[in-house]
């Protein structure tokens, strides 16, 4: 097991060396990282079956340091298996939807696998130092990779996105560095919670640490940096990786959380929770407004990490795993709405054809899209529909007030996301016009075929993929 | 005599050097040769050092150890990265670099004194010098002539140090001091409430804040960077910050710790000052070799502020950043040298628009270098600043917040050069690199990959070589 998590980890540095001694103008690197995307997802099957025989108890260490005591524990659980396996599936989609010339750039692969490097380490490291390595570390290939590939021209936005995440990391850093204080080398990430500090030390790493994971997810008034960004992005790939960002955020409030709550960060419970809802709804509403599919998809997943959250912060431990099916069937549907939605656009600029009622020239992509637009609204065709409804059910009896708010704004996002779907689809009366658009080939297809299939049977056992 | 002649060899070699290089006609010899000497000068010179680590250059004023043995090889590495990457310099630009290479080894001499030296006469001549060395340097390598201002404020602040170090030595002349560190430290004990004592200790104090290039002092240093060339400010960021650190440090152990307490809050106080100072001067200029001057003074800052409390702890977690501080800042000095326009070194910010394009490796070390600089994980530089940070949580939890307040303040700037290098564009068309600029580049990026991976080497090892001046 220790092994298998350690190649586990080792595999995207590997890619990054592969991707980054590659051929200049071919597909090598791309099929590099593609192979190392698709590896890691079998890694993370063969961990998903060893951990069912070891258990969850698992931990592996490494000592980095003597003096300071710096040890790296890493472990895996159900939890973090979803949510890293998750991630994997999302990347592939993001590198299906790349066109032929973003294929061949070498450094936006290399950048995407140092990003899913760090994001592996923060789902499978255990304790404070290697979560804040990782946690600091994915900033550097983000801003790399929105900087130089997706079409961002306003410098002033790449500067408020590197330093607002550079604010949370160092407020995470300060936090450390205060648990380091009282405890002198490294600390578990379970063993938080029962470490003897002082009240006001102790309020330090709680604001930190609260500060640092809520600047990550996007919560009013701290929302713009990625509003900003993910407006802008026009790379599928970038836009899913942007957006996964906030599940850093939320996997520490996940991974803290569990051992914080529900004594010391009671007080910061209430402020979130009002300023979580408020960002709902206000984030809801721009999402109704938007006339572009890709504004409304980012209004969706800010939308469902802040029901996350709530979810984390309001509700007891048992509800963890349905938190977890329901980000695994999120990020894939998001990452696959961003992408069809970007084949649609580009074989509308192609033909020149209207925005409204593209999807009828194309009636392959047109399925698939409605496929996925009615899987993110809440239909029963995944085991998010399952989940969400406990989720929701548990909020609504945890504070019926919260409750109506959160049930107001998902349904107002539900509303935007299928208004957007029947305005793709519908053709007015008057128009004569045919347009000849290509429609996805029968390789992608198939591709989307096969992770429709996967969502469709987790609505009948979510981890129906372990043997 | 003569074995005390032979110990006394890298500093002859290094003597010979210098005048091999005065007496040389820069028509008779050209400048690869010249390098070429005064490298080989140089490895004679650290050869020697080596071998005869633990004897004295000048017995009864000097001191050999593990401590200086390490100050030293990191002083003649500085010294000869440095006098590879100028070699470039001289050679695209056809100029006579016999001048240049005097001054790295009049460097690399006095470096080496002050870090042997056991006596306080020794470490001001030293210090003398080396501050005189380095105006040389500056004045006779402005990039205009008629750069005069910052010199000139460089030459007030050095007269300044000169008259405070003598000054210093006359008042403790005069109360019939014997200038052997530990004689000194016996005579300081009986004489602690003597203010007259701990002025002339102040000011020998202020001297090394000079030469340090500290706040309130970093004028001349950070004005005169951004008027000279290329060649020079790559001395200054690396050679006499290791000389004057492991000075310092002796400085300290052995003479003042009587006065600890009275001089931590000016140590406090120029640190905290160096911190803010550079972090915002940095922000507040064009010139990317002044934001790096200014980068600097913030980095050496902060390495004062865990420093001062000489403790073995405090100047191990000191040495490690001091380490991480020379690689990067090493690293960056190479790129610098990597990029140029038909032929044009570049200085201002704009110029190097679009440079992530044209020169791709050069400008991805770039970003390495200043993240490293910057403390992100999972470059080295995290192993510094962790270690000086984690030590400063243990002293003052404001103090750690005001560093990383400015941190990020400093990111700001360091943010706005890799944004000019990667994400915006321009048609210039930058030179082809030379192979040893990419040579050096790569020896670098593989050091700080080695010490991440295993950082043992750098905060087990060499600690336990720091740990000795406490012995």
Same mark, same amino acid.
């Given at each position: 097991?220790?092994?298998?998590?350690?190649?586990?980890?080792?595999?995207?540095?590997?890619?990054?060396?592969?991707?980054?001694?590659?051929?200049?103008?071919?597909?090598?690197?791309?099929?590099?990282?593609?192979?190392?995307?698709?590896?890691?997802?079998?890694?993370?099957?063969?961990?998903?079956?060893?951990?069912?025989?070891?258990?969850?108890?698992?931990?592996?260490?490494?000592?980095?340091?003597?003096? &300071?005591?710096?040890?790296?524990?890493?472990?895996?659980?159900?939890?973090?298996?979803?949510?890293?396996?998750?991630? +994997?599936?999302?990347?592939?989609?993001?590198?299906?939807?790349?066109?032929?010339?973003?294929?061949?750039?070498?450094?936006?692969?290399?950048?995407?696998?140092?990003?899913?490097?760090?994001?592996?380490?923060?789902?499978?490291?255990?304790?404070?130092?290697?979560?804040?390595?990782?946690?600091?570390? *994915?900033?550097?290939?983000?801003?790399?990779?929105? #900087?130089?590939?997706?079409?961002?021209?306003?410098?002033?936005?790449?500067?408020?996105?590197?330093?607002?995440?550079?604010?949370?990391?160092?407020?995470?850093?300060?936090?450390?560095?205060?648990?380091?204080?009282?405890?002198?080398?490294?600390?578990?990430?379970?063993?938080?919670?029962?470490?003897?500090?002082?009240?006001?030390?102790?309020?330090?790493?709680?604001?930190?640490?609260?500060?640092?994971?809520?600047?990550?997810?996007?919560?009013? &008034?701290?929302?713009?940096?990625?509003?900003?960004?993910?407006?802008?992005?026009?790379? &599928?790939?970038?836009?899913?990786?942007?957006?996964?960002?906030?599940?850093?955020?939320?996997?520490?409030?996940?991974?803290?959380?569990?051992?914080?709550?529900?004594?010391?960060?009671?007080?910061?419970?209430?402020?979130?929770?009002?300023?979580?809802?408020?960002?709902? *709804?206000?984030?809801?509403?721009? #999402?109704?407004?938007?006339?572009?599919?890709?504004?409304?998809?980012?209004?969706?997943?800010?939308?469902?990490?802040?029901?996350?959250?709530?979810?984390?912060?309001?509700?007891?431990?048992?509800?963890?795993?349905?938190?977890?099916?329901?980000?695994?069937?999120?990020?894939?549907?998001?990452?696959?709405?961003?992408?069809?939605?970007?084949?649609?656009?580009?074989? =509308?600029?192609?033909?020149?054809?209207?925005?409204? #009622?593209?999807?009828?020239?194309?009636?392959?992509?047109?399925?698939?899209?409605?496929?996925?637009?009615?899987?993110?609204?809440?239909?029963? *065709?995944?085991?998010?529909?399952?989940?969400?409804?406990?989720?929701?059910?548990?909020?609504? =009896?945890?504070?019926?007030?919260?409750?109506?708010?959160?049930?107001?704004?998902?349904?107002?996002?539900?509303?935007?996301?299928?208004?957007?779907? +029947?305005?793709?689809?519908?053709?007015?009366?008057?128009?004569?016009?045919?347009?000849?658009?290509?429609?996805?080939?029968?390789?992608?297809?198939?591709?989307?075929?096969?992770?429709?299939?996967?969502?469709?049977?987790?609505?009948?056992?979510?981890?129906?993929?372990?043997? | 005599?003569?074995?005390?002649?032979?110990?006394?060899?890298?500093?002859?070699?290094?003597?010979?050097?210098?005048?091999?290089?005065?007496?040389?006609?820069?028509?008779?010899?050209?400048?690869?040769?010249?390098?070429?000497?005064?490298?080989?000068?140089?490895?004679?010179?650290?050869?020697?050092? %080596?071998?005869?680590?633990?004897?004295?250059?000048?017995?009864?004023?000097?001191?050999?150890?593990?401590?200086?043995?390490?100050?030293?090889?990191?002083?003649?590495?500085?010294?000869? @990265?440095?006098?590879?990457?100028?070699?470039?310099?001289?050679?695209?630009?056809?100029?006579?670099?016999?001048?240049?290479?005097?001054?790295?080894?009049?460097?690399?001499?006095?470096?080496?004194?002050?870090?042997?030296?056991?006596?306080?006469?020794? /470490?001001?001549?030293?210090?003398?010098?080396?501050?005189?060395?380095?105006?040389?340097?500056?004045?006779?390598?402005?990039?205009?002539?008629?750069?005069?201002?910052?010199?000139?404020?460089?030459?007030?602040?050095?007269?300044?140090?000169?008259?405070?170090?003598?000054?210093?030595?006359?008042?403790?002349?005069?109360?019939?001091?014997?200038?052997?560190?530990?004689?000194?430290? /016996?005579?300081?004990?009986?004489?602690?409430?003597?203010?007259?004592?701990?002025?002339?200790?102040?000011?020998?104090?202020?001297?090394?804040?000079?030469?340090?290039?500290?706040?309130?002092?970093?004028?001349?240093?950070?004005?005169?960077?951004?008027?000279?060339?290329?060649?020079?400010?790559?001395?200054?960021?690396?050679?006499?910050?290791?000389?004057? %650190?492991?000075?310092?440090?002796?400085?300290? @152990?052995?003479?003042?710790?009587?006065?600890? $307490?009275?001089?931590?809050?000016?140590?406090?106080?120029?640190?905290?000052?160096?911190?803010?100072?550079?972090?915002?001067?940095?922000?507040?200029?064009?010139?990317?070799?002044?934001?790096?001057?200014?980068?600097?003074?913030?980095?050496?800052?902060?390495?004062?502020?865990?420093?001062?409390?000489?403790?073995?702890?405090?100047?191990?977690?000191?040495?490690?950043?001091?380490?991480?501080?020379?690689?990067?800042?090493?690293?960056?000095?190479?790129?610098?040298?990597?990029?140029?326009?038909?032929?044009?070194?570049?200085?201002?910010?704009?110029?190097?628009?679009?440079?992530?394009?044209?020169?791709?490796?050069?400008?991805?070390?770039?970003?390495?270098? %200043?993240?490293?600089?910057?403390?992100?994980?999972?470059?080295?530089?995290?192993?510094? /600043?962790?270690? @000086?940070?984690?030590?400063?949580?243990?002293?003052?939890?404001?103090?750690?917040?005001?560093?990383?307040?400015?941190?990020?303040?400093?990111?700001?700037?360091?943010?706005?050069?890799?944004?000019?290098?990667?994400?915006?564009?321009?048609?210039?068309?930058?030179?082809?690199? $030379?192979?040893?600029?990419?040579?050096?580049?790569?020896?670098?990026? @593989?050091?700080?990959?080695?010490?991440?991976?295993?950082?043992?080497?750098?905060?087990?090892?060499?600690?336990?070589?720091?740990?000795?001046?406490?012995?």
């Amino acid at each position: 097991m220790a092994s298998l998590l350690f190649v586990f980890l080792m595999l995207p540095l590997l890619g990054c060396l592969f991707v980054l001694f590659s051929k200049k103008d071919g597909y090598n690197a791309f099929n590099v990282a593609f192979f190392t995307l698709c590896t890691g997802i079998l890694a993370i099957l063969k961990l998903f079956s060893e951990s069912r025989i070891v258990g969850s108890d698992f931990l592996y260490s490494y000592q980095w340091l003597k003096h &300071p005591n710096v040890v790296f524990t890493f472990g895996v659980d159900i939890f973090s298996l979803l949510l890293l396996l998750g991630v +994997y599936i999302s990347a592939v989609i993001g590198l299906v939807g790349l066109s032929s010339v973003q294929r061949k750039s070498k450094s936006l692969l290399l950048l995407v696998l140092y990003f899913i490097w760090n994001m592996s380490g923060l789902l499978v490291v255990r304790d404070i130092i290697s979560f804040y390595l990782f946690f600091a570390g *994915m900033q550097l290939p983000l801003f790399m990779l929105i #900087g130089s590939h997706a079409n961002i021209k306003k410098s002033s936005t790449l500067s408020l996105f590197f330093l607002f995440n550079l604010v949370g990391s160092l407020l995470l850093l300060i936090s450390i560095l205060t648990v380091y204080r009282y405890n002198h080398g490294s600390v578990l990430l379970s063993h938080i919670g029962i470490l003897d500090i002082p009240t006001i030390p102790q309020f330090i790493v709680l604001s930190g640490v609260c500060t640092a994971f809520v600047l990550r997810i996007p919560i009013w &008034p701290l929302h713009n940096w990625i509003s900003f960004i993910s407006s802008g992005i026009k790379n &599928p790939l970038i836009y899913i990786l942007t957006n996964l960002l906030p599940l850093s955020g939320l996997y520490g409030f996940i991974r803290f959380g569990q051992v914080i709550i529900p004594t010391e960060l009671n007080a910061f419970v209430p402020i979130i929770e009002v300023f979580g809802v408020l960002t709902m *709804m206000f984030i809801a509403l721009i #999402g109704l407004s938007h006339k572009n599919f890709l504004q409304k998809l980012f209004s969706y997943s800010t939308i469902s990490y802040l029901l996350f959250l709530l979810s984390k912060l309001l509700l007891d431990d048992k509800y963890q795993m349905n938190m977890a099916y329901s980000l695994f069937i999120f990020l894939i549907v998001n990452a696959s709405l961003a992408v069809l939605d970007l084949f649609a656009e580009n074989a =509308r600029e192609e033909a020149g054809c209207d925005y409204r #009622g593209v999807l009828v020239y194309i009636p392959r992509l047109s399925k698939l899209f409605a496929f996925f637009v009615l899987m993110a609204v809440g239909l029963p *065709m995944s085991s998010m529909f399952w989940n969400n409804f406990v989720l929701i059910s548990a909020l609504f =009896r945890e504070s019926f007030v919260t409750g109506l708010w959160v049930m107001a704004a998902i349904s107002l996002i539900g509303l935007a996301l299928i208004y957007e779907l +029947y305005i793709m689809r519908d053709v007015p009366n008057n128009t004569v016009q045919k347009y000849e658009l290509s429609d996805i080939s029968d390789r992608k297809l198939i591709f989307f075929a096969g992770i429709t299939l996967v969502l469709f049977l987790s609505f009948f056992n979510p981890l129906w993929f372990v043997f | 005599m003569i074995e005390n002649l032979v110990y006394l060899s890298p500093l002859l070699v290094l003597l010979i050097g210098i005048l091999m290089m005065l007496v040389s006609d820069k028509d008779y010899i050209n400048n690869s040769r010249c390098f070429r000497i005064a490298r080989l000068v140089l490895l004679i010179s650290f050869f020697l050092v %080596i071998v005869f680590y633990n004897k004295a250059l000048l017995p009864m004023i000097t001191q050999g150890s593990h401590f200086t043995l390490l100050f030293e090889c990191l002083l003649y590495l500085c010294a000869f @990265v440095v006098l590879y990457l100028s070699k470039k310099w001289f050679m695209s630009l056809n100029e006579a670099g016999n001048i240049f290479c005097c001054g790295i080894f009049a460097a690399v001499l006095c470096g080496c004194l002050l870090i042997e030296s056991h006596n306080l006469l020794l /470490t001001v001549v030293m210090c003398v010098l080396f501050m005189l060395n380095n105006y040389i340097l500056l004045f006779n390598f402005r990039k205009k002539k008629e750069y005069v201002l910052s010199t000139k404020t460089y030459m007030t602040i050095m007269f300044m140090c000169w008259a405070l170090l003598i000054g210093a030595l006359g008042i403790l002349y005069y109360l019939q001091f014997d200038f052997s560190y530990n004689m000194l430290r /016996t005579d300081l004990d009986v004489n602690q409430n003597n203010p007259l004592v701990f002025a002339s200790m102040a000011a020998i104090v202020v001297s090394f804040v000079f030469l340090l290039g500290l706040a309130p002092l970093h004028f001349g240093f950070t004005e005169a960077l951004g008027e000279t060339i290329l060649p020079v400010i790559s001395y200054f960021l690396l050679v006499p910050v290791v000389a004057c %650190i492991g000075s310092f440090i002796q400085f300290n @152990v052995y003479v003042l710790s009587p006065y600890y $307490d009275k001089l931590k809050f000016f140590y406090e106080a120029v640190a905290l000052l160096s911190i803010g100072i550079g972090a915002i001067g940095a922000c507040s200029v064009q010139n990317i070799r002044k934001i790096f001057a200014y980068g600097a003074v913030s980095h050496l800052g902060l390495l004062m502020l865990i420093l001062y409390h000489f403790t073995v702890k405090t100047v191990d977690s000191s040495f490690v950043y001091l380490f991480v501080y020379l690689l990067a800042m090493g690293g960056v000095c190479s790129t610098l040298f990597g990029l140029k326009i038909k032929g044009e070194y570049l200085e201002m910010l704009h110029e190097f628009c679009g440079a992530a394009y044209k020169r791709p490796y050069v400008a991805a070390m770039m970003t390495v270098f %200043i993240f490293s600089l910057l403390g992100v994980p999972p470059f080295l530089g995290f192993l510094g /600043t962790f270690s @000086v940070l984690s030590r400063l949580a243990v002293y003052n939890l404001y103090e750690l917040v005001y560093v990383l307040l400015m941190m990020l303040v400093l990111a700001y700037a360091y943010i706005q050069v890799i944004r000019t290098f990667y994400f915006e564009e321009s048609k210039a068309v930058f030179d082809r690199a $030379d192979k040893g600029i990419y040579t050096t580049m790569l020896f670098n990026a @593989v050091l700080m990959l080695v010490i991440m991976v295993n950082p043992e080497y750098l905060v087990e090892d060499f600690v336990l070589m720091i740990e000795t001046v406490f012995e």
